[in-house]
């Protein structure tokens, strides 16, 4: 507990020095004056490192002097970056020309499968790549009018279907050392290039961080705590684009994962389920799980899946009025709908794909795929259309 306190203030407050960097360089602060801010930053932060070094014992202000420390690390952080243009490895080189030439290998594959009508095409490129440049405007007004505009876009959710995927994929290869060592290389390596060529999106790039650091506990042997993941992607993202901290989805996507990580767990309890049981240790990180006493009925599955969608609404609809100025008045309704359909259609989708790739994909799989987005696509203009 007393490491999560820790990781949590370490987080907020670089995330806060963050913030308030943001807050100078697009308003107080003119350009050629960012260089005296920075250096006072920096001497800041000197004189915050120093306190905290000559405190010797814990207490108050001990606490006070390293959370001040890296408050200023977040505030040089933003404030170097306006200065400097931030870091861009890429831009012009041999790599971004590969992912480039990569994104545009993905898209085309994409476009190839034989869908019988252009809309679920389109609807299937944006899912999978990201690419809504094809999709009709009315299908997009219907999207973003029932509050399905993350289902469209690409986000967190996307690239946890993949590892959900990949994760069954792997599985059959056991479960021996040797096998969960290159099942988590592999799955990290994969979930990488996949954010690299649709085009590495703040809430894309926020998964690709839990997925590498739960992975990467594991490879260590050690527990895998969602919270403490949570604050360490936080601070490692604003660390290296401290300009995210203005962006819808970089907003959206941390505050859905907070939602599920505080909220979601309290409201799921409220009914009661077999998954309230007593207590064990499993698995090989030691984790404590329920022990289920028999399988969840369908008004249980119901309410876990509502209470999903209200904790994650619950901690975005702030986000979302101040970007937007929307609210979604149906976001259940359409959640409860769209969301399994929507992952249905992915996981279909990316086998359709894949053995598109290969040339043996049997046509009733195209026909089930464009069914479903057939589907998916009547719910949601319906829903939009509701008074």
């Known amino acids: 507990m007393g490491e999560a306190k820790d990781t949590a203030g370490i987080a907020l407050f670089f995330m806060a020095g963050t913030a308030v960097g943001e807050w100078l360089v697009s308003g107080p602060v003119p350009p050629e004056h960012r260089h005296i801010l920075a250096s006072a930053s920096m001497m800041l932060l000197a004189s915050a490192a120093i306190a905290a070094g000559l405190t010797k014992t814990a207490g108050p202000r001990r606490t006070v002097s390293v959370l001040s420390l890296f408050a200023l690390a977040g505030l040089l952080c933003r404030v170097s970056v306006s200065i400097h243009g931030g870091i861009s490895v890429f831009q012009g080189s041999l790599p971004a020309e590969a992912l480039a030439s990569m994104s545009g290998k993905f898209k085309a594959l994409i476009d190839s499968v034989p869908y019988r009508d252009s809309d679920s095409a389109a609807i299937i490129k944006a899912l999978i790549s990201g690419d809504r440049s094809d999709v009709a405007p009315h299908i997009r007004d219907a999207f973003r009018d029932s509050g399905a505009s993350h289902i469209l876009a690409l986000s967190g959710m996307h690239l946890g279907i993949i590892y959900a995927i990949l994760l069954k994929m792997f599985s059959?290869?056991?479960?021996?050392?040797?096998?969960?060592?290159?099942?988590?290389?592999?799955?990290?390596?994969i979930s990488a290039w996949y954010t690299a060529v649709t085009g590495a999106a703040s809430s894309l790039v926020r998964a690709?961080?839990?997925?590498?650091?739960?992975?990467?506990?594991?490879?260590?042997?050690?527990?895998?705590?969602?919270?403490?993941?949570?604050?360490?992607?936080?601070?490692?993202?604003?660390?290296?684009?401290?300009?995210?901290?203005?962006?819808?989805?970089?907003?959206?996507?941390?505050?859905?994962?907070?939602?599920?990580?505080?909220?979601?767990?309290?409201?799921?309890?409220?009914?009661?389920?077999?998954?309230?049981?007593?207590?064990?240790?499993?698995?090989?990180?030691?984790?404590?799980?329920?022990?289920?006493?028999?399988?969840?009925?369908?008004?249980?599955?119901?309410?876990?899946?509502?209470?999903?969608?209200?904790?994650?609404?619950?901690?975005?609809?702030?986000?979302?009025?101040?970007?937007?100025?929307?609210?979604?008045?149906?976001?259940?309704?359409?959640?409860?709908?769209?969301?399994?359909?929507?992952?249905?259609?992915?996981?279909?989708?990316?086998?359709?794909?894949?053995?598109?790739?290969?040339?043996?994909?049997?046509?009733?799989?195209?026909?089930?795929?464009?069914?479903?987005?057939?589907?998916?696509?009547?719910?949601?203009?319906?829903?939009?259309?509701?008074?």
């Open 172 to 189: 059959v290869f056991g479960n021996t050392p040797a096998a969960r060592k290159a099942r988590s290389l592999s799955i990290i390596a």
């Open 208 to 387: 690709l961080l839990f997925i590498t650091l739960s992975e990467t506990a594991r490879l260590a042997g050690r527990e895998t705590r969602p919270m403490n993941i949570f604050f360490v992607a936080l601070t490692i993202q604003l660390a290296l684009s401290p300009g995210n901290i203005t962006s819808a989805g970089f907003q959206l996507s941390y505050l859905a994962m907070a939602g599920i990580y505080i909220l979601y767990p309290k409201m799921k309890s409220w009914f009661p389920g077999p998954d309230s049981g007593t207590m064990r240790v499993q698995g090989p990180n030691q984790e404590q799980a329920p022990v289920p006493s028999g399988r969840r009925g369908p008004m249980k599955r119901l309410w876990d899946a509502a209470a999903l969608t209200i904790a994650c609404q619950a901690f975005t609809a702030p986000a979302a009025w101040l970007h937007f100025g929307t609210f979604p008045e149906y976001f259940i309704i359409t959640n409860l709908l769209a969301v399994p359909l929507s992952n249905f259609i992915m996981i279909t989708s990316v086998g359709v794909i894949a053995l598109s790739a290969l040339g043996i994909c049997p046509s009733f799989l195209i026909d089930l795929d464009c069914f479903c987005i057939g589907l998916l696509k009547d719910i949601l203009v319906t829903i939009s259309e509701l008074p």
